[in-house]
């Protein structure tokens, strides 16, 4: 807003126009700016999202034909049904998660407090997969140590998964381990293939779980770098709820328990309640057609 009333007052003064602007600032003022928006309809004020730089020199129109020109030629070839269309995805899930609800609050107070666990949270990897009809595969969860606990998954999702590594995050032999869990939810067959849309994360990258796919129908398409916030169906519609709804869960936990921080051990059952809200039939289908994978949308970017 700044530079706009900036330059305006800068575009007057170089051309001469009349003006009732603040040279000691020399900057227009905000009624001016609100005159100017209501002016021009097709424009706003939106809040900007941080965007890398990877990001926006990654998604381009090269990688992007050639994401989608693959993708038509994969349903020339095998014409997949929507049932039979997947995305698979990983996102953390912290035990102190960085949105917090909003509160009511007395007018003129600039910081309001909301209690968390602690400083820092534990990030517990969830790996999640949805079809183009909104059938959900049981996410696995990857937890930051070194023996898998039963107690871990304790009110988690029916059929999930728990999974360690040191780090917390997903590996080639996990990205190996979770394909035999896709494989038995998705039943892919080479008569009846399913097609997997992941990103090219080094995790993803391995011989013995390319063999495998090959093996028993699982074709995966892999989206361009740095254009998962753009082409990814499961960011574009789901992980960002997601987070939202657990958020709340966190907060209506720490309610209940006065005195006690979220731990490894309530995650899961947290993430269950949230995900039961967000795992539906419209959010996967949004997700597919806003990225234009389903229904087939090359025009979109």
């Not at 009333?5 to 600032?25: C, G, M, Y």
């Amino acid at each position: 807003i700044n530079d706009l009333r900036r330059l305006a007052f800068e575009f007057a003064v170089s051309n001469k126009i009349p003006h009732r602007f603040d040279v000691t600032t020399k900057m227009a003022g905000r009624d001016w700016v609100e005159s100017f928006l209501k002016r021009n309809t097709n424009l706003c004020l939106r809040q900007s999202t941080p965007t890398s730089l990877a990001r926006a020199i990654g998604f381009n129109k090269t990688q992007v034909d050639r994401f989608y020109r693959n993708l038509a030629e994969l349903n020339a070839r095998y014409t997949f049904r929507p049932d039979r269309v997947y995305n698979m995805d990983e996102t953390g899930m912290s035990t102190v998660p960085k949105k917090t609800p909003k509160v009511v609050s007395v007018k003129g107070k600039k910081v309001v407090g909301k209690l968390v666990s602690a400083e820092r949270g534990i990030t517990v990897t969830a790996v999640c997969c949805m079809s183009a009809t909104g059938h959900f595969i049981p996410p696995i969860f990857i937890y930051p140590r070194k023996r898998p606990k039963a107690e871990l998954l304790e009110d988690g999702p029916t059929g999930s998964v728990c999974m360690v590594s040191d780090s917390g995050y997903i590996n080639t032999n996990l990205f190996l381990n979770w394909l035999y869990h896709f494989k038995d939810y998705a039943y892919p067959t080479k008569e009846n293939p399913v097609l997997l849309v992941i990103d090219n994360h080094s995790s993803h990258i391995n011989l013995e779980a390319t063999n495998y796919s090959r093996d028993h129908g699982i074709i995966i398409l892999t989206l361009p770098p740095h254009s998962s916030h753009k082409i990814q169906p499961l960011d574009r519609s789901f992980f960002s709820p997601l987070k939202t709804k657990y958020a709340i869960e966190c907060d209506k936990w720490m309610t209940q328990h006065p005195g006690r921080g979220i731990t490894q051990y309530q995650v899961a059952r947290l993430f269950n309640i949230a995900f039961k809200q967000v795992a539906t039939i419209s959010n996967a289908e949004s997700g597919f057609k806003v990225s234009g994978i389903f229904p087939f949308d090359n025009s979109l970017f």
